[in-house]
C-alpha cells in the first residue's frame, strides 16, 4: 500500500518535471529589469531621463536566464488598444520612455521584444509590470547600506546585501564592468512575487567586483 503510493507520487512528481521541460517556450520566470539613466544613457538615446532607477522592461526568460520572445503573438492594433488601457496614466508614470515623452513606441518595443514571449494578453502583462514597479523603491533599499549616487565605488557584494533581504537575489549588469546599467530583479512566473534570481543568472553578471552609481558620466 505506502510503497504503491510512493510509486504513484513519484510518477505525478517526475510528469509534473517533464512537462516544464518540455514547455514550447521555456518560459521560466521574468526579469523586472530597472535602468539606472546616468549610464544606461552612455548607449542609449535619452532625453530629460529621472535621477532614480526607471523600469525598463518584465522580460520573459528560461531558466538559465536566456530572454525569450514569441514572434507570433503579436498585439494588433498596438496604439489605440495601449490608449484605452484603464490604467494608461498609471503606465506613464510607472513606465516612462527615458528617450521620448511619447512612450508608446517603448512599450510596443518591448512587447515585441519581451512581452510577447510570455503567456499574458498585453494589459493583465503590463499592469503587472507596473504593479511590481510600484513596489520597488531600490534608491532607499542601496542607501540604507550607505551606497549613494557619486564617484565612489562598492563591492558587488554589497549591492546584492542591500538587495537580497528585500527582493531576492540581483543579478547586476555593467557598461565597463565597473558603471551600474541595470538592476535585474527576478520575478516568479506568475509575475507576483520576487524570488532570487538564480546562480546561473547571478554568474551572467557583467559587473567587476567594484562597482559605481554615478550621478553623471563625463564622455
Ligand atoms: C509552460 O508551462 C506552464 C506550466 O509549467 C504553463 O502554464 C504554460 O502554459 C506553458 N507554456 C507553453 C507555451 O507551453
Ligand atoms: C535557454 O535558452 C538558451 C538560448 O536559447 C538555450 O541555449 C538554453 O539551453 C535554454 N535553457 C534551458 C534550461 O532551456
Ligand atoms: C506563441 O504565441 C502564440 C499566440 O499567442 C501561441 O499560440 C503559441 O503557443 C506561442 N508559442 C510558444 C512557443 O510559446
Not at 91 to 112: G, I, Q, R, V
Not at 184 to 193: E, K, M, S, T
Request: charged content about 20%; hydrophobic content about 35%.
Amino acid at each position: 500500500m505506502g510503497t504503491n503510493f510512493l510509486i504513484i507520487f513519484v510518477q505525478f512528481v517526475s510528469c509534473i518535471a517533464s512537462g516544464a521541460a518540455q514547455n514550447a517556450s521555456g518560459f521560466d520566470h521574468f526579469w523586472l529589469v530597472l535602468s539606472w539613466p546616468p549610464v544606461y544613457c552612455l548607449q542609449n538615446p535619452c532625453n530629460n531621463p529621472p535621477f532614480d532607477f526607471s523600469l525598463h522592461g518584465l522580460w520573459p526568460v528560461n531558466s538559465s536566464g536566456h530572454t525569450l520572445k514569441n514572434s507570433s503573438h503579436t498585439f494588433k492594433n498596438f496604439q489605440k488598444k495601449i490608449e484605452h488601457l484603464p490604467f494608461r496614466g498609471e503606465l506613464k508614470k510607472y513606465w516612462p520612455s527615458l528617450a521620448s515623452s511619447d512612450p508608446t513606441n517603448f512599450w510596443k518595443h518591448e512587447w515585441d521584444e519581451h512581452g510577447s514571449g510570455q503567456p499574458s494578453e498585453p494589459p493583465d502583462y503590463f499592469l503587472a509590470a507596473i504593479t511590481l514597479r510600484k513596489n520597488v523603491d531600490l534608491l532607499s533599499t542601496l542607501r540604507r547600506y550607505r551606497i549613494v549616487p557619486g564617484g565612489t565605488s562598492y563591492p558587488i557584494t554589497d549591492y546584492v546585501k542591500a538587495t537580497k533581504d528585500i527582493y531576492g537575489y540581483p543579478r547586476l549588469t555593467c557598461v565597463n564592468r565597473y558603471l551600474l546599467k541595470e538592476v535585474n530583479l527576478c520575478v516568479d512566473r506568475q509575475a507576483r512575487n520576487f524570488i532570487s534570481c538564480n546562480h546561473r543568472e547571478r554568474g551572467s553578471t557583467t559587473c567587476g567586483k567594484n562597482i559605481k552609481l554615478p550621478r553623471y558620466v563625463k564622455i
